[in-house]
């Protein structure tokens, strides 16, 4: 039977930790993270799951991870799989595995690497994005690929609605190439990481709207950042607006400058580049703000956006 040690968290850590016990991998040992309390959990648990399935679960401290060495070792495991852990697994624990280690990254690489690929993703305005199964090495997202799964990014899809895609990409293709990598058959390819580049992650100052761009690079950091992350917001006075969803049509804009206003029952943005957006939902201060209490806040003329930032 073959065994592997599972680092793993996140709505992929646990479709992957599920595809592999459903293959019947032997897992001894799961390490996940303890939920941050000041981060909105939207995603299941993978110590949950590892629980109803009588795996050991542990969650140390990124500092900690060399001290696993030794109980790696015992364990004697065939692979290491990370599946969205969130800290570097060191290389000694990566060199432990008889067949390797393999990670589980949300963008088809070398393209996205490092931190937030959906959302860095969407907020480029791609077309396509996926899911990459490839070996581990000491430099992040830059080992051999075994398998990769495309899914579409719509016009109109949020981070949130890619990532789901994305889940899905990623239990499909470790399943399709866990039988061959078990054999010692799976193909793996050198990546070309000068054809991607790596991204960071984000924060939430990150989703401050530049006003100075066009309709579309709006639009698309507003659903990059949509619920459950932060969201997108711009500062005016007497407060602050977040924007947390809009529509992109292409459409002209209204007026000949970055503006809010309402048009026939419903929020408009223009934008720069004269075109406009439909924009879905809006918090002011904090509380969720429709159309009547757009009007009574900021009047019925364009609310100008040349000095918000």
Partial sequence: MTRAVVFAYNEVGVRCLATLLAQGVEVPLVVTHEDDPNEEIFFSSVRR??????IETITPAADELPQLAARLEALAPDFLFS???RYLIPPALLAIPRHGALNVHG????RYRGRAPVNWAVLHGEPETGASLHYMVEKPDAGDL????????LPNDTAAQVFDKVVVAAELVLHRSLP?????TAPRRPLDLAAGSYFGGRTPEDGRIDWRQGAWQVHNLIRAVAP???GAFTDLPGGRLRILGSHFRNEPARHDRPCLYVENDTMRADCADGRRLQLLQLEWQGRPLDVAGFIEQFGSDPLDLGDAR
């Fill in 83 to 85: 599946f969205y852990y």
């Fill in 49 to 54: 799951l590892a629980a109803l399935e009588g």
């Fill in 228 to 230: 459950p992350w932060p």
């Fill in 146 to 153: 075994v398998d990769q799964m495309a899914v579409p990014i």
């Fill in 107 to 110: 963008s088809l690489l070398p």
């Fill in 180 to 184: 061959a990598l078990c054999a010692g």
